[in-house]
């Protein structure tokens, strides 16, 4: 089956790309630039690709690049950057909680779903969300922490 | 076996470390934020013009001779730029030994085939090379190449390839090391005994499971320069790359990249010669990007160990004989199976005085992947069994398992298992205590689920072997504004190892961390800094640029005193100024200060070589002598929740508490402890990666599980500062140190809270269930 061109939606800029059927939204990102969404498994076992999709969060590497035409995906990149961090992003590097960082991206967009929904989570609810991305540095208490530092500075739940 | 219900923290003795501005300050790490954010570029993020794709051909038999092997379809296919075999190589070897910067000889036998040209040893192990237009083509070509094998008879268990007439791995035996350990009067000290307790611990083949595959992309640039930007943490495998290449070494540059967690598995080459090789062959710009099957195929794993204690104990506790037999399975190649067996038997006996001690450790070669470095070398597989059989030991004669190892806890001023004596500060009861009493109030047996609690303590080196002449170089200099830069050859894995020297330079200099900038993990820019390996970066490289970072500070402070009419004693730097202590009033800005000693033409950046001490190698039949520059010693307490009818184990609670001597970040060496344990705790309990005669049975990490948030409590970490390190300001090493005793502390744990002892890792429902079973008959 030949390529077809799609309308990408990506952190706020829009790509027209021509695609085959068989590309991963992982792939198409990834081949775009978008290189802080991370590769760690290509079969949705470890969160490492993990984006937001219409505001859900996705692996990425589990949905087709062409499923994806004309919706909204945004990446962790999308939320913030190094002179302007998204609030998750500037309070997992205060807490600590990116050691090799590779699992970082996806980490930080399973945590912003979660604090979208619910913004002052219990330690139990943010082991739920984050459940899916695996980590291997950390053992997860300074990715906790950090979601509930992010959430205590949100002014979460008041 | 019975634990008390309250430990008491024994009381530290006094120490008193010096005040320091930036050191010990729990800051933001130099790396954190182009993490968070997504900025920092990994290996597999790079691209280049005219790129080319490489894939690899690997062996599906784990032991085969290859009769037939053809590419030309493959080499027909369009869009395919070059397919290399064994025959297309100049040396076609690979060292295994030794990596990095030491110069000294290489064991005998320590080299594999690049690619396989005859025979193959296990399943994974390379044979061929593609490069292509795009990933897909190569991924094509690799089905078009025509293989056939000849099976040959295999050997999986180590032990079935210690017996005569096994079939030989490679030439002249399956025998990959040998240690030996020979103190004291074994018999007469188990003629002494009251008791004689002896016990089996075995342990699996363990996966790193960064979640980074390997990657890497090459070219050569126009000096005809092998350039390699990959994730590694020996940036210095340029020598063996170009070795291996057969170009001379100062045709290999290798520039890491920040990697994506390493733990050990990074340590040996992986991608570096297939992406020289490559490249040199198209003279194009490749990309080698592992998948994550590929990555549990392609690189080492934990060594799976067979450790048995026969131990002699009087009723009063004390130890009076220990023998201890220890079998590693080295797999298909020898890579650092002699130094991980020989890591194991330094630490068999663990962190007590055994006068009378007998210890045989032998690294077997199978037909199974290659079994190599992984966070705690061999001396957490001690640890394992050694503080397994403590509890057993303790049990047998009916005392409190804390009470038993004091009475033969090791001393500063006492000598290991090798005679070599323990300069550092050795707080093993003071953190045991720590970690127990941190448990608080014992969570209430429910029905069918049962609590347990358990602890370890231990011992682990940090630096490497010191008949391996280890060395680092670091060199910092100021700017004309007051700005710092470090550059140093470290390789990063995300534990801190650039972070912590920044902190130091910040230290010295007395600029605020965010004043510091640092370049790293290049094997030409950068000055060499030996390997991120054997928590030896901070020891060492923390050491060389405190060494440049004061060289730099003691021209700042001459001038500065010179500005001010005063001795430099009289002079301090911090917050971005020089002034007068006992006048603070009077001070000038590190920027002007910098200014007037450039002006004056002096030389403010500087280079520093830090060395370990040196020693000559051990006599393996009779390991006697210094063998590490020092030790950290650990406990780890654990509570644990086991399901009766499932045979399911919780960890409720945890804590680690480690002398860290002093720490560099704590929040950093809180991370290290916290993800430490966590990884031991998955030894423990969960991971395994199963080989079923040779053939790899958990190939992604859907059939080899790791620890997820669901599965693992917050470790509580107790940081302890004894100031005795040999490191950088009185600091030992916690990389390694952290993962030790959380396996065996769980163990203990379940083994507590059943009554029955799981003697092999993982503790999975299924043993649980046995072993209670078992209880029963």
């Known amino acids: 089956m030949g390529s077809k061109i799609i309308a990408l939606n990506v952190n706020g800029r829009t790509h027209e790309i021509a695609l085959t059927p068989n590309t991963t939204l992982l792939q198409a990102l990834r081949d775009l630039g978008y290189t802080d969404v991370k590769s760690g498994c290509d079969k949705g076992d470890c969160g490492a690709c993990?984006?937001?999709?219409?505001?859900?969060?996705?692996?990425?590497?589990?949905?087709?690049?062409?499923?994806?035409?004309?919706?909204?995906?945004?990446?962790?990149?999308?939320?913030?950057?190094?002179?302007?961090?998204?609030?998750?992003?500037?309070?997992?590097?205060?807490?600590?909680?990116?050691?090799?960082g590779y699992c970082t991206p996806g980490m930080i967009i399973s945590a912003k779903v979660l604090l979208d929904r619910n913004p002052n989570p219990t330690e139990d609810e943010i082991r739920e969300a984050i459940s899916g991305n695996l980590?291997?540095?950390?053992?997860?208490?300074?990715?906790?922490?950090?979601?509930?530092?992010?959430?205590?500075?949100?002014?979460?739940?008041? | 076996m019975t634990y008390q219900e309250n430990y008491e923290p024994k009381p530290l003795p006094e120490v008193e470390l010096p005040k320091l501005r930036q050191v010990g300050k729990p800051l933001?790490?130099?790396?954190?934020?182009?993490?968070?954010?997504?900025?920092?570029?990994?290996?597999?993020?790079?691209?280049?013009?005219?790129m080319l794709h490489g894939k690899v051909f690997r062996s599906s038999?784990?032991?085969?001779?290859?009769?037939?092997?053809?590419?030309s379809a493959a080499e027909a296919l369009e869009g395919v730029a070059c397919v290399l075999t064994a025959e297309d190589l100049p040396g076609g070897q690979l060292a295994t030994d030794m990596p990095g910067q030491t110069g000294r000889e290489e064991r005998k036998g320590s080299r594999a085939p690049v690619l396989a040209a005859d025979r193959v040893r296990f399943v994974g192990e390379p044979i061929a090379l593609v490069a292509a237009e795009t990933l897909e083509t190569a991924e094509r070509a690799l089905e078009l190449i025509e293989i056939e094998y000849e099976p040959i008879p295999g050997v999986y268990d180590p032990l079935e390839a210690m017996e005569p007439g096994a079939p030989v791995v490679y030439e002249p035996d399956n025998i990959v090391a040998t240690w030996k350990i020979r103190n004291g009067d074994?018999?007469?000290?188990?003629?002494?005994?009251?008791?004689?307790?002896?016990?089996?611990?075995?342990?699996?083949?363990?996966?790193?499971a960064y979640l980074e595959p390997e990657a890497g992309v090459a070219w050569i640039d126009d000096q005809d320069v092998i350039n390699i930007r990959v994730c590694t943490q020996v940036v210095e495998h340029f020598r063996s790359i170009a070795e291996s290449v057969g170009v001379p070494h100062n045709k290999v540059h290798v520039q890491g990249t920040m990697l994506g967690g390493g733990f050990g598995g990074k340590e040996d080459i992986t991608v570096e010669i297939f992406l020289a090789l490559l490249t040199k062959a198209t003279r194009k710009p490749i990309k080698l990007v592992y998948t994550r099957e590929e990555s549990i195929l392609a690189h080492s794993k934990r060594h799976p160990f067979i450790i048995t204690h026969r131990t002699g104990v009087r009723e009063d506790g004390h130890i009076t004989a220990a023998e201890i037999e220890m079998v590693a399975n080295a797999g298909a190649y020898p890579y650092l199976s002699p130094y991980v067996s020989l890591y194991a038997t330094v630490t068999a006996c663990g962190p007590y005085r055994v006068d009378n001690l007998k210890v045989d450790t032998k690294a077997v070669a199978t037909n199974n992947p290659f079994t190599s470095a992984f966070r705690g070398f061999g001396a957490a597989q001690a640890a394992v069994a050694y503080e397994q059989q403590m509890d057993e030991v303790a049990k047998a004669l009916d005392m409190d398992p804390l009470e038993f190892r004091k009475v033969n806890y090791l001393e500063t001023g006492d000598r290991n298992a090798i005679g070599q004596e323990i300069e550092s500060a050795v707080w093993l009861e003071e953190e045991a205590t720590r970690a127990l009493a941190a448990l608080g109030d014992r969570t209430p047996d429910d029905g069918p689920v049962r609590i347990g609690r358990g602890f370890a303590t231990t011992m682990q080196s940090y630096g490497r072997i010191m008949w391996f002449h280890d060395t680092s170089r670091s060199w910092v200099g100021i700017e004309q504004d007051g700005t710092v830069v470090v550059r140093c050859g470290v390789p990063d894995v995300g534990a801190g190892q650039a972070n912590s020297l920044c902190q130091i330079a910040a230290e010295v200099l007395g600029v605020p961390l965010e004043d510091v900038t640092v370049y790293h993990s290049d094997s030409a820019l950068t000055p060499l800094a030996g390997t991120t390996t054997a928590t030896r970066q901070l020891y060492m490289s923390g050491n060389a640029t405190l060494k440049a970072s004061r060289l730099v500070r003691e021209v700042l402070v001459e001038r500065a005193a010179d500005h001010f009419g005063v001795d430099p004693e009289a002079v301090d730097l911090a917050e971005r100024a020089a002034f007068v202590v006992d006048d603070p009033d009077r001070r000038l800005p590190l920027a002007d200060l910098a200014k007037i000693c450039a002006a004056d033409g002096m030389q403010l950046q500087h280079l520093a070589l830090f060395t370990a001490p040196f020693t000559d190698q051990l006599d393996p039949d009779n390991l006697h002598g210094d063998l590490f520059p020092d030790f950290t010693f650990s406990a780890h307490a654990v509570e644990v929740a086991v399901d009766t009818e499932t045979g399911e184990v919780t960890v409720l609670k945890s804590v680690g508490c480690h002398d860290v001597g002093r720490a560099i970040n704590p929040v950093a060496v809180e991370g290290q402890i916290q993800g430490g344990s966590a990884q031991g705790i998955?030894?423990?309990?969960?991971?395994?990666?199963?080989?079923?005669?040779?053939?790899?049975?958990?190939?992604?990490?859907?059939?080899?599980?790791?620890?997820?948030?669901?599965?693992?409590?917050?470790?509580?970490?107790?940081?302890?500062?004894?100031?005795?390190?040999?490191?950088?300001?009185?600091?030992?090493?916690?990389?390694?140190?952290?993962?030790?005793?959380?396996?065996?502390?769980?163990?203990?744990?379940?083994a507590d809270a059943i009554g029955v002892r799981v003697p092999s890792l993982p503790i999975t429902p299924e043993k649980v269930l046995e072993a209670l079973e078992g209880q029963q008959d």
């Not at chain 1, 937001?52 to 994806?68: D, M, R, Y």
């Not at chain 1, 291997?136 to 008041?158: D, F, K, S, W």
């Not at chain 2, 038999?61 to 590419?71: C, G, K, M, N, T």
């Open chain 1, 50 to 100: 993990a984006v937001l999709l219409n505001g859900e969060a996705v692996n990425s590497c589990l949905v087709l690049a062409w499923q994806a035409d004309g919706a909204e995906v945004v990446t962790n990149a999308g939320l913030g950057t190094l002179d302007a961090p998204h609030p998750l992003q500037q309070a997992f590097a205060d807490a600590g909680a990116a050691q090799c």
């Open chain 1, 135 to 158: 980590c291997r540095c950390t053992g997860y208490a300074q990715i906790i922490e950090a979601v509930q530092l992010t959430a205590e500075r949100m002014g979460g739940g008041q």
């Open chain 2, 28 to 50: 933001r790490r130099v790396d954190a934020l182009g993490k968070t954010t997504g900025t920092t570029a990994y290996a597999a993020d790079f691209e280049m013009p005219h």
């Open chain 2, 61 to 71: 038999e784990p032991s085969a001779r290859i009769l037939h092997l053809d590419v």
């Open chain 2, 186 to 208: 074994v018999d007469g000290g188990f003629a002494e005994a009251d008791q004689i307790v002896e016990n089996t611990f075995a342990m699996p083949f363990v996966d790193h």
């Open chain 2, 682 to 750: 998955g030894w423990a309990l969960m991971e395994e990666v199963r080989v079923d005669d040779g053939m790899m049975q958990t190939p992604s990490l859907s059939e080899y599980l790791i620890p997820t948030a669901k599965d693992l409590p917050t470790t509580k970490a107790i940081i302890l500062e004894s100031g005795t390190g040999v490191g950088p300001l009185g600091a030992k090493g916690i990389g390694e140190p952290s993962l030790t005793p959380a396996a065996p502390a769980v163990a203990n744990a379940v």
